[in-house]
């Protein structure tokens, strides 16, 4: 008899365990499916954009804010015409960013023939006085929730195809937009 009420509480014993188990085992499946719901990272997907010579990435937003192309002139130290691009930075994140690197990052310039597509190289600080306020604040880090302005240029062997401006979000982000600029 004492065998028998050992094996009877055992019993319970065991399937009261196992009742436990399997209620734990069903928390976790709804706490996992619920977290798989809810897409990590999603705020900053819906938030990095390339609209209205505007690029929004997680940690900058990049504006152009004017495009000339810029002719030959030796006095000037400009072999070659250029396209100089103006443009803004303003810093969103903690980190240390400045205007160069943003734009450098993000953007790509190339232009299209039948036969090739070429990008476009990056060329010499433009000399001429209209641009000097703009080449000093170009590799300066800017300060979380502070601008910058800077220019660019890119050495053109063609003047007349049009160029495209990839935007990306940073080298290896996805592209987020073009814009064809035409040159003349």
């Known amino acids: 008899m004492n065998k028998l009420l050992s094996l009877v509480i055992f019993s319970i014993f065991s ?4 009742a436990c188990s399997a209620d734990n085992k069903i928390n976790t499946e709804k706490k996992d499916s619920h977290t798989t719901v809810t897409p990590p990272n999603s705020k900053k997907q819906r938030t990095v954009y390339f ?23 030796k006095s000037l130290l400009r072999e070659k015409p250029q396209l ?15 205007a160069q690197t943003v734009w450098m990052s993000s953007i790509e310039l190339t232009q299209e023939s039948e036969n090739k597509r070429t990008k476009l ?12 306020p703009f080449t000093s604040q170009k590799a300066d880090n800017i300060k ?4 910058a302005k800077a220019v660019i ?5 063609d003047t007349t195809t049009p160029i495209k401006l990839t935007a990306t979000q940073g080298m290896t982000g996805k ?10």
């Open 84 to 98: 100089a691009i103006i443009y803004e930075v303003k810093n969103h994140s903690k980190k240390k960013l400045s």
């Open 144 to 147: 979380t929730n502070s601008t």
């Open 153 to 157: 240029t890119y050495d053109l062997d």
């Open 121 to 132: 190289l990056v060329g010499l600080i433009p000399q001429d006085d209209k641009f000097a």
């Open 15 to 18: 399937l009261s365990l196992t």
């Open 51 to 73: 609209k209205n010579d505007t690029l929004k990435i997680n940690t900058a937003t990049l504006k152009l804010l004017s495009i000339e192309v810029l002719p030959a002139n």
């Open 175 to 184: 592209k987020l937009g073009e814009k064809i600029i035409n040159l003349k």
